[in-house]
């Protein structure tokens, strides 16, 4: 289940805060990721210049730190946690 929660927020390859933005910008608004989970995460911004995300169940997150360098990509501090769908096995 851990593995899972992680997965679902994780994306392939190093993306830096300036490619997020730059993404959505670019795509009219909306820039849309696909997570190792094979979830799709929806990256916008609000009023207050935040970059928002946003999951298939409607959950919400703010990305509050941005482009911590690590070993192997990039991370993003965000202020909740997505909880994914249960999947039946």
């Known amino acids: 289940q851990l593995s899972s929660l ?9 993306v830096s805060i300036k490619d997020i ?13 696909i997570t190792l989970a094979g979830s799709k995460i929806a990256a916008t911004i609000d ?6 995300l946003t999951d298939e169940t409607g959950g919400r997150c703010v990305i509050s730190r941005f482009d911590v360098e ?6 993003h501090v965000v202020n909740s946690v997505f909880i994914p769908k249960p999947r039946v096995i």
Not at 47 to 52: E, G, K
């Open 6 to 14: 992680i997965t679902y927020h994780a994306i392939a390859g190093k």
């Open 21 to 33: 933005t730059k993404s959505i910008h670019d795509h009219k608004g909306i820039a849309t990721y």
């Open 47 to 52: 009023a207050n210049r935040n970059i928002v």
């Open 70 to 75: 690590q070993k192997n990509g990039m991370l």
